[in-house]
């Protein structure tokens, strides 16, 4: 098994380009997660979709971040305009939900700076 | 979710256990312990989980408290390649929300 890829690993913007982060997550998972960590807030949850359906984006720190999964093998975080405050390594992970396990699988991460 | 504390870091030397606690009070009796680590520039991996009775598997065992307000994960004999952080995490599989919210967690720092 492939693991949750994320692509690009590392990217370096300058303040108020457009950042698209993307992800595949684990065929046959039906939940995808995306969070982003810093040394500062630790490792927080932006948004979830299950079945392709984003369900909680409580964790969106604002409008300039959206995401989508337009299938259930893919799916983008965007940041636009994108500013140094957004500096983080962001995670996409993935879940298939059967039983109390649940464990929930994280890419590798894409690491994001802002200058 | 209910909330868990866990110590901001430990220290452990190589080839030693390591009993790593994890505080959740406030726990209910559909929560599910979850262990998960973070290596260096890595995503958090699982560890291990359980509900009321201790668990082993090959990478570590965990023991619950008789009230499971708390939780102990261990480390049978520690490596270097254990220096993670090791977060522990409540799931209600009853609730309907998949949600995993990670807190702080322990950084543990294996000594050579």
């Known amino acids: 098994d492939a693991g949750v890829i994320q692509s690009p690993r590392h990217e370096v913007t300058e303040m108020g380009q457009e950042v698209t982060l993307r992800c595949k997550p684990i065929?046959?998972?039906?939940?995808l997660f995306w969070y982003r960590q810093t040394m500062m807030r630790g490792l927080e949850l932006l948004i979830y979709?299950?079945?392709?359906?984003?369900?909680?984006d409580s964790g969106m720190p604002e409008d300039r971040f959206s995401a989508k999964m337009p299938n259930a093998s893919f799916s983008t975080l965007k940041i636009q305009p994108s500013e140094p405050r957004d500096s983080a390594v962001y995670f996409c992970?993935?879940?298939?939900?059967?039983?109390?396990?649940?464990?929930?699988?994280f890419g590798e991460g894409s690491w994001l700076t802002v200058v | 979710d209910a909330k868990t504390t866990q110590p901001n870091s430990m220290e452990s030397n190589e080839e030693e256990p390591v009993h790593l606690p994890c505080n959740h009070s406030?726990?209910?009796?559909?929560?599910?312990i979850h262990w998960y680590r973070q290596l260096p520039s890595q995503g958090p991996e699982y560890v291990i989980h359980?509900?009321?009775s201790n668990v082993n598997n090959r990478m570590a065992s965990l023991a619950i408290a008789e009230d499971r307000k708390s939780s102990t994960l261990i480390l049978h004999r520690a490596t270097l390649r254990d220096a993670a952080v090791y977060y522990c995490?409540?799931?209600?599989?009853?609730?309907?929300?998949?949600?995993?919210?990670f807190g702080t967690g322990t950084r543990l720092k294996v000594l050579a």
């Open positions: 992970a993935s879940s298939q939900v059967r039983g109390p396990g649940n464990t929930i699988y």
């Open positions: 065929s046959g998972h039906d939940y």
């Open positions: 979709f299950n079945n392709n359906v984003p369900i909680d």
């Open positions: 406030t726990i209910s009796g559909t929560d599910y």
């Open positions: 359980g509900l009321t």
């Open positions: 995490i409540l799931r209600d599989f009853t609730s309907g929300t998949y949600k995993y919210i």
